[in-house]
């Protein structure tokens, strides 16, 4: 009989999934990180059985790809499944099933709306007269403290889901987070860029031209900004126009 | 037409299709042919995460082969997607899939698979596969995204070849 996952091991794997890219490499991109992160667990399930640990350790080097912050989602489903015993299959198949959705919704969630917002949200501050190096500290906290809030959320869901994982991952409706960050950062955006803009040395004096070529670039956005995302696009570019123009004419 | 593109690819929906094919063709559904993955609900629970907000199908082969002509006519775009050259073959048998074309998007493992180009390897039973559904009356190509270079089977055939003698 096989002995259950001690909690260091569980707590290993999570503090070693922060170095899961450490080893990143075309051929198996995080596969060999991935096996790294499993190694405690799979030394304290099949340490007694040679043969059963290496297998298990090469079926973890395969390739694998997820974002590195969701990647602990199919650390944790995996740490369940070879605690269960689970048919190294189903394992396989786990892991090629999870790293597409992994991928693009970390990738959606983090570099597209949680990156540019906590760095606009910093730019925000600075702007409204906090120091430089206060501004960046405060981007350094609210980055970090979403990016290891995820980690462990992300693990923690696996650990509990194993291969359903799926399920709760629909619940979390991660993509609809996505779209309210994205929304929030691009009226952020908005409203920085058009204060800049009407404040002192923007476009208070500059006169007809420029309102002239913000209604262009707004015209423009309208009908190339689809190909991208519609509706910050619009929001950004129409928050220029307007504030533009009202500094044009005041 | 409506199945905006066939597709051979063993990630499935994933970012090169749903942004890189997705963005351009605009699909109302994926349809995926596997009949492995439309019997395991946990499966389908996992490749849905990745469609956003577009409709995924799962379907068997022999289903598919009877509603191809119903899809085929449908109003709704469709994006097919099948992990397996055998399974797109399939499909083919039988002039099903005449006068379409089979993109070739991404296959990696597999026994015997040699690299033909850096995102597709194919074995001796895939090329088996692709001369099959050319002789079905398909235009098999190979293009990982919408503004890549497209490659024909006879250039594919004669590299796989070269790499594998």
């Known amino acids: ?250 | 037409m409506s199945i905006v593109l066939y597709r051979v690819d063993e990630r499935l929906i994933h970012g090169q299709v749903v942004i890189g094919w997705g963005h351009q063709l605009r699909p109302d559904r994926y349809i995926v042919v596997d009949d492995e993955l439309s019997a395991s609900e946990w499966e389908q629970d996992l490749y849905r995460l990745g469609s956003g907000d577009v409709d995924v199908l799962f379907s068997t082969a022999d289903e598919a082969r009877d509603r191809l002509p119903e899809w085929q006519a449908s109003k709704l775009r469709s994006i097919l997607l099948t992990r397996e050259t055998s399974t797109m073959r399939r499909l083919a048998e039988g002039r099903l899939m005449d006068g379409e074309h089979v993109n070739l998007g991404g296959l990696r493992h597999g026994p015997g698979r040699a690299e033909v180009l850096t995102y597709l390897h194919l074995n001796d039973d895939d090329v088996r596969d692709l001369e099959a559904m050319a002789a079905a009356g398909v235009d098999v190509t190979a293009r990982d995204l919408p503004d890549a270079h497209k490659v024909s089977l006879e250039t594919l055939s004669k590299s796989r070849w070269k790499s594998s003698s």
């Open chain 1, 1 to 250: 009989m096989r002995r259950a996952l001690t909690r260091s091991a569980v707590a290993s794997a999570f503090m070693r999934s922060f170095l899961i890219q450490g080893s990143w490499n075309y051929h198996t991109m995080l596969g060999s990180g991935f096996a790294f992160s499993m190694l405690p667990a799979l030394k304290s399930l099949y340490g007694s059985e040679p043969d059963a640990m290496d297998a298990a350790v090469q079926r973890h080097l395969e390739h694998f790809n997820a974002h590195p912050y969701l990647a602990g989602v199919a650390l944790g489903a995996a740490l369940k499944l070879e605690a269960e015993g689970a048919d190294p299959e189903l394992v396989r198949r786990f892991k090629l099933a999870v790293r597409g959705p992994l991928g693009s919704l970390g990738d959606g969630l983090v570099w597209a709306a949680w990156l540019p917002g906590a760095s606009v949200l910093a730019l925000a501050l600075y702007w409204m007269g906090l120091p430089g190096w206060w501004a960046a500290a405060v981007f350094l906290v609210v980055y970090n403290v979403g990016h290891i809030g995820l980690r462990f959320w992300g693990f923690r869901v696996g650990l509990s889901e194993g291969q359903l994982v799926g399920r709760r991952l629909e619940r979390a409706n991660l993509a609809r987070w996505t779209e309210r960050l994205k929304g929030g950062v691009a009226l952020l955006v908005g409203l920085l860029v058009g204060a800049l803009l009407a404040g002192d040395g923007g476009l208070a004096a500059s006169g007809v031209l420029w309102t002239v070529l913000a209604a262009c670039a707004f015209l423009a956005g309208l009908i190339i900004g689809h190909r991208a995302w519609r509706p910050a696009a619009v929001t950004v570019v129409a928050a220029i126009t307007i504030l533009a123009a009202v500094g044009a004419l005041g």
